[in-house]
């Protein structure tokens, strides 16, 4: 799986692995199990930065069935809109970087 331009910006957190994996799927419901797969951690590691996650309301609950819930992204939260800024920004520095012409002396 190839590192996301905010985790090579970010560092390995798993926490930032978890957001990025989140901002991915933004709009998408999704279980805990699905981040676990989706953002490559450990369910233990998961479950370590989980009450912060909630703490810090980065996810919202969007349905919930038996003992299983579903979660999205909290697009309106200020962490997280500022997080798809820093995005938004590294992926034009990208873009620009590629876009650039080679100039040989």
């Known amino acids: 799986m190839e590192k996301s331009l ?3 910006f970010l560092g390995e957190n798993p926490i930032f692995k978890i957001i990025d ?3 991915e799927n933004k709009g998408t419901e999704l279980t ?3 981040i676990i797969e989706g953002s490559g ?3 233990a590691t998961l479950f370590k930065f ?5 703490e810090q309301e980065i ?11 579903l979660y999205t992204l ?3 939260n200020p962490i ?3 997080l798809l800024e820093l995005e938004s920004i590294l992926i034009e520095k990208a873009l620009d970087k590629k876009n650039m012409p080679e100039i040989n002396i």
């Open 50 to 54: 989980w009450p912060q996650i909630e």
């Open 59 to 69: 996810v919202t609950i969007t349905r919930k069935f038996g003992k299983t819930k």
């Open 74 to 76: 909290n697009s309106k």
């Open 80 to 82: 997280i809109k500022k």
């Open 6 to 8: 905010l985790v090579r």
């Open 32 to 34: 805990k199990k699905e």
């Open 41 to 43: 951690i450990a369910r």
């Open 21 to 23: 994996f989140l901002i």
